[in-house]
């Protein structure tokens, strides 16, 4: 069976990226990188299940960090169901600009492969860079993978930069408010279907996508959650 030509069946193992992109400065101590760490964790079973239907994307995971400096937790793509999450600690400061540079070693071709769907970029983070990010977003920008990716910010909290973050996303519908641990838990869960959300139609909505280098996800904003149904608790 694995032999014959069927329609659309070049599509079926073309790799998904999905980046989780972790703030992981000393303000993030405690409280937030906690329930930053469990609903990571948690949301794993999850993206497998979705994974595992739908055969046209082979979804890779892989996680960055930033607080003094930036670095790969996960060195090399990971098939999600191989993926495991390493919790984080939080301590340093906020250096993005750095992220954005690694970040875009990866997007380039080599190492992503032409087939690729657009990939996913999921930033979390709480507070204000504390290097010159500018430059290295523009560069992350211009790249093809960079202009065709979904990208989704996390603000946590009350003293992060939304301005920054929307430059990131470049959409301020895709710049999700978590100011407690139950706000924070259910965006990290809505970013992580992300992936399934962008393969979900792969053979037509992906090459629409790379037509007009325009991300999949056209209607986010319908299914960004509503948080008037969680409590507010401990403000962050």
Known sequence: MGEMKRPGGELASRPLHFFWIVDCSGSMYGEKI??????????????????????NAQLMIR???????????????????DFAW?????????????????????????PMSDRALPPVLVL???????????????????????????????????????AVLEEFTGNKELVLQANNAAALTKMIKWASTAASLVSAPASIAADA????????????????????????????
């Open 34 to 55: 906690g329930t930053v760490n469990h609903a990571i964790q948690s949301t794993i079973p999850e993206m497998v299940s979705a994974a595992e239907n739908n055969p």
């Open 63 to 81: 996680t960055l960090k930033f607080s003094t400096g930036a670095s790969w937790v996960t060195s090399n793509p990971v098939k999600v169901e």
């Open 86 to 110: 390493d919790d984080l600690e939080a301590v340093g400061v906020t250096d993005l600009g750095k992220a954005f540079e690694l970040l875009a070693a990866q997007l380039t071709i080599p």
């Open 124 to 162: 979390l983070s709480d507070g204000q860079p504390t290097d010159d990010y500018k430059k290295a977003l523009s560069e992350l920008k211009k790249l093809p993978w960079g202009k065709k990716a979904v990208k989704i910010a996390i603000s946590i909290g009350q003293d992060a930069d939304d």
């Open 209 to 236: 996508a790379q037509e007009k280098d325009a991300p999949v996800i056209v209607d986010m904003g319908g299914r960004i959650p509503d948080l008037d149904d969680i409590q507010e608790g401990d403000v962050w």
